[in-house]
C-alpha cells in the first residue's frame, strides 16, 4: 500500500460539462485511449494550502461523479506523460449533480459504476478508496495552492 496518494494533474480547463456529444481526441490520443469512472470533489472559493485532514474535510463542498479520459502508451506518445495525457481542454466530464456532504456524509460510500456502450465496465464502491477525499485533498494541498474541484480515482485495493 502506498503511504501518501498517487495524483496525478488536470488542469481546470480540462473540466467539461456532462454528456458531451463529441469528445475531440488528438492524433497523440487515438491509438490507445482509456477512460475510468471517478469519485469528483470540490472544494470552495477559498485556495487551499498545506492543510491538514481535518481541514480538508471542512472544505469539501460536494461530491459528483466524472469521467477520466487518458492516452496511455503507445508508438504515437511513447512513453507516457501523466500531466500531458490528462490536461486537454474539455477532456473530463463531470456532473451535472454536485451533492453536499451533508447528504452523503464527508468518508461517502457510494457505488460508482462505468458503462460503455451499454456494457457494464467497471464497478466498484468508494468505501473501497485506500485514502479518504479528506486525505488526498490534504496530500494535494502540500506545497501548492488547490482550488475549485479536483479529480481523483477510487484507488482501490486491487
Known amino acids: 500500500m502506498p503511504k501518501l496518494p498517487y495524483i496525478f494533474f488536470r488542469p481546470g480547463t480540462s473540466?467539461?460539462?456532462?454528456?458531451?456529444?463529441?469528445?475531440?481526441?488528438?492524433?497523440?490520443?487515438?491509438?490507445?485511449?482509456?477512460?475510468?469512472?471517478?469519485?469528483?470533489?470540490?472544494?470552495?472559493?477559498?485556495?487551499?494550502?498545506?492543510?491538514?485532514?481535518?481541514?480538508?474535510e471542512k472544505n469539501i463542498v460536494g461530491f459528483t461523479v466524472g469521467c477520466d479520459f487518458s492516452p496511455r502508451p503507445g508508438e504515437v506518445l511513447g512513453k507516457m506523460n501523466y500531466i500531458f495525457s490528462k490536461a486537454f481542454d474539455n477532456f473530463?466530464?463531470?456532473?451535472?449533480?454536485?451533492?453536499?456532504?451533508?447528504?452523503?456524509?464527508?468518508?461517502?460510500?457510494?457505488?460508482?459504476?462505468?458503462k460503455w456502450n451499454g456494457k457494464i465496465v467497471q464497478s466498484d464502491n468508494s468505501r473501497n478508496m485506500i485514502f479518504s477525499v479528506a486525505e488526498?485533498?490534504?496530500?494535494?494541498?502540500?506545497?501548492?495552492?488547490?482550488?475549485?474541484?479536483?479529480?481523483?480515482?477510487t484507488n482501490r485495493i486491487q
Request: hydrophobic fraction near 35%; glycine fraction near 6%; proline fraction near 10%.
Open 15 to 56: 473540466i467539461a460539462a456532462p454528456y458531451p456529444a463529441l469528445l475531440r481526441t488528438y492524433k497523440v490520443q487515438q491509438e490507445c485511449l482509456d477512460y475510468e469512472g471517478e469519485l469528483v470533489f470540490q472544494t470552495g472559493p477559498r485556495p487551499l494550502k498545506d492543510i491538514s485532514v481535518e481541514e480538508a
Open 136 to 153: 488526498i485533498l490534504s496530500s494535494m494541498s502540500t506545497g501548492a495552492s488547490i482550488s475549485c474541484s479536483r479529480i481523483l480515482k
Open 92 to 114: 473530463t466530464p463531470a456532473g451535472p449533480v454536485l451533492v453536499h456532504p451533508s447528504v452523503v456524509g464527508i468518508r461517502p460510500e457510494l457505488d460508482l459504476t462505468t
